[in-house]
């Protein structure tokens, strides 16, 4: 059974750099077929996708964020990463990792997130 | 980037049907688009329901049960949810999804389904 747990500062201050780690066990973030990503929901708002990253380091990023957010992942810990530049309060909210499942066939792409954690809550303040 | 819209809201009693819809916007084509559908209920995170594309390319997430189904409606633009012989327990907010590109991934609004 695959799990994922975020960790990281429950509390970032205005204008810095919010960091997350995602840990993986029960299945390596090197197997193929996955993408290991970052979901957001403000207190009660939806769900914002931020971004993905294979094991390989390609990355792929929400346009709305791209400018700010950068993944990474180190497989050698099973682990991968979020980084969120220059925070304002609209950044509060629990940050979710979770795999995406991807199939890309001729006809068509699927993905879904099948795992996910259990979410942490950054709050962004002075 | 599109924005799917959800109902914020929606009710329905025990045993009875609820239909969730997630209206895409006119420019994007809901026949083209798998819609992928999530339910998240207070404190967890989301858990993946299903995907629709057609009656012939469709898939259910493991142990989803097959009262929860998908559907389209062209004419409306829409991507629907049914979710038949509501149980207590289908208390949550549903959220669709799509990927219009492999860079972009959109969530809907989600809506709050209330089981009376």
């Known amino acids: 059974q695959v799990q994922l747990q975020e960790s990281g500062p429950g509390l970032v201050k205005p204008s810095q750099t919010l960091s997350l780690t995602c840990t993986v066990s029960?299945?390596?973030?090197?197997?193929?077929?996955?993408?290991w990503s970052w979901i957001r929901q403000p207190p009660g708002k939806g769900l914002e996708w931020i971004g993905y990253?294979?094991?390989?380091?390609?990355?792929y990023y929400n346009p709305s964020l791209k400018s700010r957010v950068t993944i990474s992942v180190d497989t050698s810990k099973n682990q991968f990463s979020l980084k969120l530049s220059s925070v304002t309060a609209a950044d509060t909210a629990v940050y979710y990792c979770?795999?995406?499942?991807?199939?890309?066939?001729?006809?068509?792409?699927?993905?879904?997130?099948?795992?996910w954690g259990q979410g942490t809550l950054v709050t962004v303040s002075s | 980037q599109p924005v799917l819209t959800q109902p914020p809201s929606s009710s329905a009693s025990p045993g009875e049907s609820a239909r969730l819809t997630c209206t895409l916007p006119?420019?994007?084509?809901?026949?083209?688009?798998?819609i992928y559908w999530y339910q998240q209920k207070p404190g967890s995170p989301p858990r993946y329901l299903l995907y629709?594309?057609?009656?012939?390319?469709?898939?259910?997430g493991s142990g989803v049960p097959s009262r929860f189904s998908g559907s389209k409606d062209a004419s409306a633009n829409t991507g629907i949810l049914l979710i038949s012989g509501l149980q207590s327990e289908d208390e949550a907010d549903y959220y669709c999804?799509?990927?219009?590109?492999?860079?972009?991934?959109?969530f809907g609004g989600g809506t709050k389904l209330t089981v009376l």
């Open positions: 999804m799509i990927w219009p590109s492999n860079a972009l991934g959109v």
């Open positions: 629709y594309y057609s009656d012939s390319d469709k898939g259910q």
């Open positions: 990253i294979y094991y390989s380091g390609s990355t």
């Open positions: 029960g299945g390596s973030i090197s197997s193929g077929g996955y993408y």
């Open positions: 006119s420019d994007i084509n809901v026949g083209s688009y798998n």
């Open positions: 979770a795999r995406l499942v991807n199939y890309d066939y001729v006809w068509g792409s699927y993905r879904w997130f099948d795992y």
